[in-house]
């Protein structure tokens, strides 16, 4: 799978978007982006994934670049609850199960 | 139910005891995972079972010792083990897609401190 290159920490204000961008310049044209996020405490949580079309459901949007070298995790409306390592994945092929998680983005909704 | 539940929360042991870790998930998944998570880090595969048989095993020591009696548990037996295998231990269940690769359904872990 290719690696993801996240930045270790961001602060958000409550009610405003929270952009959290994400490389992967060795993706390939089969490899699907995957972000989940874990909050303090509990397993992680999924929350989107897409391939090279933009994705949006009821808890983010996904932005994939043309060039799917990187894609940017939209929340819209951060609130505090949304406090968490949120963890951006690359996997390929159906029977790959290997879900490899990187270090993710720490982020922090302030009020 | 798109829950997947795991017991006991919390576990202490000592290095010589036998106790075992319980992961039961009703989404008609078959494929299981164990995940290990050390403070601060990122959780780290340890046991993949597909259809009830163990397809991946990441190098793990032979004090941990999985098992999947039915479709819907899982077991992870836990015999000998270190003051350094303390860590939140993760179960998670999937489809077995033939398409892209299934997203994962998280319980919320088991805490272990072994003394």
């Known amino acids: 799978d290719a690696k993801t290159t996240q930045p270790p920490s961001m602060d958000c204000a409550e009610g405003r978007a929270a952009n959290l961008p994400c490389n992967h310049s060795t993706i390939s044209g089969n490899e699907y982006v995957y972000w989940y996020r874990q909050i303090h405490s509990q397993g992680p949580q999924y929350i989107i994934h897409?391939?090279?079309n933009n994705e949006t459901n009821e808890m983010a949007s996904l932005i994939i670049t043309e060039d799917r070298k990187s894609s940017t995790l939209i929340l819209p409306h951060a609130t505090l609850r949304d406090t968490a390592v949120y963890y951006c994945i690359v996997r390929g092929r159906a029977n790959d199960y290997k879900l490899s998680f990187g270090a993710g983005t720490t982020v922090t909704v302030r009020a | 139910d798109t829950e997947v539940t795991q017991t006991p929360k919390h576990l202490v042991m000592g290095m010589t005891n036998k106790k075992s870790l319980k992961c039961e998930q009703h989404m008609g998944h078959r494929a299981m995972y164990w995940y290990k998570q050390k403070a601060k880090k990122p959780p780290e595969l340890m046991f993949v079972?597909?259809?009830?048989?163990?397809?991946i095993n990441e190098s793990v020591p032979s004090r941990f010792s999985p098992e999947c009696p039915n479709s819907s548990l899982l077991n992870l037996h836990l015999h000998a083990l270190q003051p350094e295998d303390s860590a939140l231990y993760l179960c998670a269940s999937s489809q077995v897609s033939s398409g892209r690769a299934a997203e994962q359904f998280f319980g919320p872990g088991t805490r272990l401190t072994v003394l």
């Open positions: 079972y597909s259809y009830e048989k163990l397809s």
């Open positions: 897409g391939l090279k």
